[in-house]
Structure formats: C-alpha cells, structure tokens
C-alpha cells in the first residue's frame, strides 16, 4: 500500500517544488523544474491511486460527489511543518494528484529580484496593479510578499481572494482577510469575491486570478473607485497583459476599456523563473511603469505589441525593464548562459539581446540600466 505521508516528507526532504502521483510509474519530483523519479520507489498503480484518493477525502460524501461532477478537487494539506496545495483530477478512469509544497516561509519582497519601484507601487492609495507570467513562475509568491511588506508598513484592510490560500499572513499594522475561492468554500468564484468586495471596506484587494470580464470589471471598479487592486494573469509579457485585457471585451466596449485601463494601470510586472548556472531559480522579470507614454499607446484605437514592447525597452529611466535587458544583465553577471537566455526570446529578442550584449562590452559597464 501506498504511503503518502512518507512520499511529501521524502519530497519535502529533497526540497522539490512539485510532486506527481500518475499510474504505471513511481513518484515524480521536480527539484529545479526537472522531473526525477523518487529514489528506490515502486510503480503507483490505480488501485495506490484510489487509496489515496480515499485517504482524503475520509469518505465525505459531498466531496466525493464534487470529484464525480467536476473531476477534480483542490485543497491545502499540512505535513512535517509544511503546506501543499493539492490537486486531484483524473485520467483513464483513475485519480492522478499533483500537489505543490509551499515554502515554510514566505521569501522577503528584497529577496525575489524585483526592483523597489514595484514595492513603492504597492503603497500608492490607488490603482491596479499586475503580476502576471506563466504557471509556476512565482505569481503568488510575489502577491504575497507585496502583502507581507504592506502589513508591516501601512494600517490598512486588505482582502485577498485565492485559490486555495496559499500563505496564512498574520496582521501586523494592517487587518487582512483571506478568503478561499472555489465551490463550498469562502466564495464560489473571484467575480463574485471582487464585486462583494466593495461592500467590504477594503482598503486593497487582492486577486488571486483574473481570468474573465467579470473579475476585470470588478478589478477596474475597485480601482476606479478608490482601492488599490493587485491581481494576477496567465500571460508571458506586459504587452500580452494588456492584449489579454482588451481580448476579455467586445469590440464595441474596448474603447472605454482602453481609457480606463490608461488611467487605472500603474504597474505590470512580468516575471520567469530561469535555472541560474549555480543550479538555483532566477527571477528574470519585465517591468512596465505606465507613464504618459505608455498610457498614449493603451489609448490607440490600434493597439500593438511591438510598440509597447519598445516603449519599455527604450524608456528604462522612468523605471521599466523589458526581458533583453534582464536578460542581458544576468548574462553579463554570470548568472545564466548566452545560449539559456536566447531560448527565452523569439528571433527579434534574440537580435535586441546580441545588441545590448555589444553595448555594454563597448561601454564596459556593468548593465545599462538603474533598477529603482
């Protein structure tokens, strides 16, 4: 029989980030974004599979009846001092679990690689700001962190909406509310958790995930009417955020959606997470500060990447970081290789990477650029 508890400590123990439970092959781990094999263990089989699944959910029939309806459940499991967001879904008739461990103690805002323009952000009274990137690159660490550093400098309410609470935080000078989304549980979507919020008396709002018009609107509403929001979305870049954002609209809503957008924004910070030479994660981020400029070209009727992409790679100096030059910066420090940082950009990066690169060596300078 399968045992769980001894698969999370051994995973816990080799400081992976993942663990994978799949019929037919033993425990998966990812330790530095590459999967291994637990050591010296046997195949999972369908029947391990159920058995963990059973162990879960303790013959609670509701949860099992929403496994049956939706063929998945999330929840938080707490082992050996650590939590794990785990996830439950099914393939070929039996169960498959994925659970991620989260990390004892949330990292301190200085210690992610972000500049401090991002933190100076958070503390405006106003606004909407965004985190976003792909899944596993550190989204939730840094919205928690953000949070982190608030609660120890400002008196202020702070509503956050997650899937599933991630970091239990502890107020300090602020007063934080956590609330779990999802059906059952605190609130059934992040919609509806945004819209509610208004009647809250929040001070900043906390998003999880924006992935509809519905959440966006609540966002923009919040913003709109006072609040700092900071939220979350799947997307690889600032200028696909904002692509992203106009994609949730009709055509004949946009134009407005562009003019409030233009006003509200004030931050977007795009992040990857790169395996460093030494074997760590790199915090590799993009970051567009929304200026005059930046807000002229989310007005255009004819709204472009390309030009957002080289507003921020030309305008460092009112704070914004495209991905070539903390790209190029980690290369030059001896961080990541040439080659690792070209597999990161299309052929247009690629050619803007060996342009800077050349910069800097005729320049014989550090970096280009100042983070603030």
């Not at 760590?280 to 567009?288: G, H």
Request: include cysteine; hydrophobic fraction near 40%.
């Amino acid at each position: 029989m399968i045992n769980i508890q001894e698969i999370f400590m051994k995973a816990i123990e080799l400081r992976a980030s993942d663990i994978h439970l799949i019929e037919g092959i033993p425990p998966i781990f990812r330790i530095n974004r590459k999967l291994s094999s637990m050591p010296y263990a046997l195949n999972v089989t369908k029947e391990d599979l159920y058995d963990v699944f059973h162990y879960f959910t303790q013959g609670n029939k509701p949860v099992e009846e929403t496994y049956e309806q939706e063929r998945r459940l999330d929840f938080n499991y707490e082992i050996g001092g650590a939590r794990l967001r785990v996830n439950i879904s099914s393939s070929n008739g039996a169960p498959v679990l994925t659970a991620r461990i989260i990390e004892k103690e949330l990292p301190k805002f200085r210690d992610l690689g972000l500049p401090d323009i991002v933190m100076r952000s958070a503390l405006l009274p106003q606004g909407l700001i965004l985190v976003t990137g792909k899944s596993n690159s550190g989204k939730s660490t840094t919205l928690n962190a953000l949070v982190n550093e608030i609660n120890k400098m400002e008196n202020k309410k702070i509503l956050m909406l997650e899937n599933p609470i991630e970091y239990v935080h502890v107020p300090n000078k602020s007063l934080i509310v956590q609330k779990e989304v999802g059906p059952g549980k605190d609130c059934n979507s992040f919609s509806d958790g945004a819209v509610n919020a208004l009647r809250e008396d929040c001070d900043i709002l906390v998003i999880g995930e924006i992935r509809d018009r519905e959440t966006m609107d609540a966002a923009l509403e919040m913003a709109e009417s006072g609040h700092l929001v900071i939220g979350t979305l799947h997307t690889r870049s600032c200028a696909e955020t904002i692509d992203r954002i106009f994609n949730f609209y009709e055509l004949s809503d946009q134009l407005a959606v562009k003019y409030m957008l233009s006003s509200l924004l004030r931050v977007v910070v795009s992040q990857r997470l790169i395996n460093s030479v030494k074997g760590n994660l790199l915090m590799v981020p993009e970051i567009m500060i929304v200026d005059d400029v930046i807000a002229a070209l989310i007005r255009k009727e004819k709204f472009t990447r390309s030009e957002i992409e080289d507003a921020i790679q030309t305008k460092f100096d009112k704070g914004n970081i495209s991905f070539v030059n903390s790209l190029a910066n980690a290369v030059n420090n001896g961080q990541i290789s040439l080659d690792q940082a070209k597999k990161q950009l299309d052929d247009r990066g690629c050619e803007a990477l060996d342009r800077v690169l050349n910069q800097t060596k005729e320049r014989k300078a550090g970096t280009l650029f100042t983070w603030k």
